[in-house]
């Protein structure tokens, strides 16, 4: 069966430059989530897109935008880069279709970001 | 605000044993509930799920996890461990403020003593 995909798996970048990952659900799945979880921590929510929409909003810095596109790919744009911001950034997707569906999420493998 | 405490950090186990990591939660109506486990540098695979009904949910791998109202507490279990269980495990909650995150606990890193 068809998975998350991201995209790149692994990204260096410097700090202050800019980076973006790419998300591509499940088909026929139509929210994306965004978690960040940095070294030995949990992942926590940074925001999710329903409909090309964002739906809610977590723990996002300012620095960082994302959008669902008419495909229902979606991009998180991260500029002015940390160290802080390295991390392994998931995207998830689910299905409002069937009740109670979009509580299960379907995780990617994750892109890795370190910023040296 | 939702929860999720997850109090054992690490536990070790000797395959063949017996396997319960615990999770507690905060929650202010019917939780919607996860059990995710991560391999070292991989992504989250759902173990099992729990959103109403028989509070005994059956997941992959041979795991199982009990839901107790009473208690606040979801806690995963497995009857006899494999090496290749050893990973982080967490347990996570469904948001009450909406229907799209999710929280998660810290995680209980599970080792296998051979």
């Known amino acids: 069966a068809a998975g998350v995909i991201q995209s790149p798996r692994h990204l260096i970048k410097e700090k202050r430059e800019t980076a973006t990952l790419k998300c591509y659900p499940i088909?026929?799945?139509?929210?994306v989530y965004w978690y960040q979880q940095g070294p030995g921590q949990d992942p926590q929510f940074l925001i999710s897109f329903y409909e090309k929409m964002q739906s809610d909003k977590g723990s996002i810095p300012d620095r960082f935008s994302a959008q669902q596109f008419s495909d229902y790919h979606s991009e998180l744009n991260m500029s002015s880069l940390e160290l802080g911001d390295s991390a392994l950034y998931f995207c998830a997707s689910s299905s409002t279709k069937e009740l109670g569906a979009s509580y299960e999420q379907y995780f990617g493998p994750g892109t890795r970001l370190t910023v040296t | 605000a939702q929860s999720v405490t997850q109090p054992d950090i690490h536990i070790t186990v000797s395959e063949g044993a017996s396997l319960e990591l615990r999770c507690n939660y905060s929650?202010?109506?019917?939780?919607?509930l996860f059990w995710y486990v991560q391999s070292p540098g991989q992504g989250l695979q759902l173990l099992l799920k729990y959103f109403s009904g028989d509070t005994l949910v059956q997941g992959i791998k041979g795991f199982e996890a009990e839901f107790k109202r009473s208690q606040s507490s979801f806690n995963l279990r497995k009857p006899s461990v494999h090496w290749s269980d050893a990973a982080e495990y967490f347990c996570?909650?469904?948001?009450?403020?909406?229907?799209?995150?999710?929280?998660f606990g810290s995680g209980t890193r599970l080792s296998i003593r051979p």
């Open positions: 929650y202010g109506a019917t939780p919607y």
């Open positions: 088909p026929r799945h139509d929210t």
């Open positions: 996570a909650v469904g948001a009450e403020s909406s229907a799209s995150k999710i929280i």
